[in-house]
């Protein structure tokens, strides 16, 4: 997905910049990139974070970039922040999001501006250029910004800098927050809320959806105001988001944890059928932790993350050496699994390759049964909006392959709706085949009502799309 920050001080930047921007390194996977502002102009850097963290290639850099306006992201593809050059001036700009009609935009572009685009290594075009094009077929930014918005088919949050200031603009839709925090040198912008808590900014105030700002270090100036709907990403909170973050004033840890509650109330599993329970590391262990509090099954860590050396789990670009590292940072603790009965929660079941591998290394480490419980329902839709289960194909999804098995390749919409429906016997049917496939003792989705509850904001503020299809 990726997230970004930005800075506007007083003084000295930098220092702010450099580690609110790697408090995001949980949300990208590919490239990051540092863009400040001072009296020698832009000075940007990008690099490839694959294998590397981000302090790493950055650390040393730093020290020769100096500005009081700075923006920095952690990209789960395509490099930026970018630096552009056209009638509004010259300005940095960064992005979240996802554009599913970018071939239709850059040929409008290219046939009314003869504009082009540089193609990435990937063959694609990169969103935050196409983006920025969008932009400048504007007479000013603020246009410009609603514009793009208005015309891309996906989701996109901007911030835009000039040296005038940051333009900070959220999705029109909200499905990515955006975060104002305030301290006495100036403000900072933030994708994650917690990123800027230890850099001694508190609370300023959370942009709505659609809303543009501009930041300065003197003040924050909204130019459009927010709409009234909503759709925020439901996986922000379940997976995606660190577990310090709040979006629209719910804890991520918190509801993960009530998660876990839910679904032990409507699971009904007690210690007389399981021996403890346990989380993937690391976004099912709060939801393992509410379960096991809610049911009063103990909860252990038969398993730990070895994480000093190894990058997480899903930054190779090849799905076989992502599986490979899962399996190779999870160590064993056999005084826990040998002869027991095991319940594990993950964020999610996607392909469920690694979590098939995971039962598998606890079968071989001893463990006497597995039962599955993911924090979730199942996936149904690949993601339209933020990249999550970003996939060739949604045949990649594991829930898809087996009602495709089961109903053939052109499924009518009312036919998924009934898969979709925990009630219905295809659901059932569906959950056992998974099960089987798998090789779980049991397995039991968490229900999407319940999982709404455990946020408790208005259904119709989040997003649910790669759940029950709704838009």
């Not at 790697?22 to 590919?30: N, P």
């Not at 940095?92 to 990435?120: C, P, W, Y």
């Not at 800098?161 to 839709?173: E, L, V």
Request: some cysteine; hydrophobic content about 35%; proline content about 4%.
């Amino acid at each position: 997905m990726g997230g970004f920050f930005a800075a506007a001080l007083k003084t000295e930047c930098v220092f702010d910049l450099f580690f609110g921007t790697d408090y995001h390194s949980h949300l990208g996977t590919r490239r990051a990139g540092l863009v400040v502002y001072g009296k020698d102009g832009f000075n940007r850097s990008i690099h490839n974070i694959e294998s590397t963290p981000f302090r790493s290639k950055f650390e040393h850099e730093i020290a020769s970039m100096s500005g009081n306006l700075g923006i920095g992201c952690i990209s789960d593809y395509e490099p930026q922040p970018l630096i552009v050059r056209s009638h509004h001036g010259t300005y940095a700009i960064s992005t979240v999001g996802k554009i599913n009609n970018i071939d239709q935009l850059s040929e409008t572009v290219t046939k009314r501006t003869g504009t082009h685009f540089l193609e990435m290594s990937g063959g694609s075009i990169n969103a935050t250029e196409l983006t920025a094009s969008l932009i400048n077929q504007k007479d000013n930014i603020i246009e410009g910004i609603q514009y793009a918005q208005e015309v891309i088919d996906g989701s996109i949050t901007i911030l835009l800098m000039t040296p005038q200031g940051i333009y900070c603009a959220r999705d029109k839709m909200g499905r990515t927050p955006l975060v104002i925090g305030k301290k006495e040198d100036g403000f900072c912008a933030s994708f994650e809320s917690f990123a800027y808590l230890n850099l001694e900014y508190h609370d300023y105030k959370e942009l709505g959806p659609g809303e543009i700002c501009i930041m300065t270090p003197e003040s924050v100036t909204t130019l459009a105001a927010p709409g009234k709907k909503m759709k925020i990403c439901t996986f922000l909170w379940v997976y995606y988001g660190y577990p310090s973050s709040r979006y629209e004033g719910v804890s991520v840890e918190e509801m993960r944890n009530k998660c876990g509650e839910y679904l032990a109330r409507r699971d009904g599993m007690t210690r007389d059928d399981i021996d403890t329970v346990a989380g993937v590391p690391d976004s099912g262990t709060a939801h393992a932790i509410g379960y096991a509090n809610e049911s009063g099954v103990p909860f252990s860590r038969p398993f730990i993350k070895y994480t000093p050396t190894w990058p997480r789990s899903f930054m190779p670009t090849i799905q076989s050496r992502r599986d490979l590292i899962a399996r190779m940072k999870l160590v064993p603790v056999h005084e826990l699994i040998e002869n027991r009965r095991l319940l594990l929660i993950d964020d999610s079941i996607v392909r469920g390759t690694q979590l098939r591998e995971t039962s598998d290394f606890l079968y071989q480490s001893g463990a006497k049964e597995v039962h599955v419980r993911p924090a979730c329902p199942p996936i149904l839709f690949g993601c339209k909006y933020i990249n999550f289960s970003r996939s060739t194909s949604e045949m990649e999804l594991i829930a898809r392959r087996i009602i495709n098995k089961e109903e053939g390749v052109d499924v009518e919409r009312s036919v998924l709706e009934d898969y979709a429906n925990p009630d219905s016997d295809r659901y059932h049917r569906m959950l056992e085949d998974i099960r089987a496939q798998l090789g779980f003792t049991s397995l039991r989705y968490n229900r999407l009502d319940d999982m709404i509850a455990s946020i408790g904001i208005d259904r119709e503020k989040l997003c649910t799309y790669c759940w029950d299809g709704r838009e």
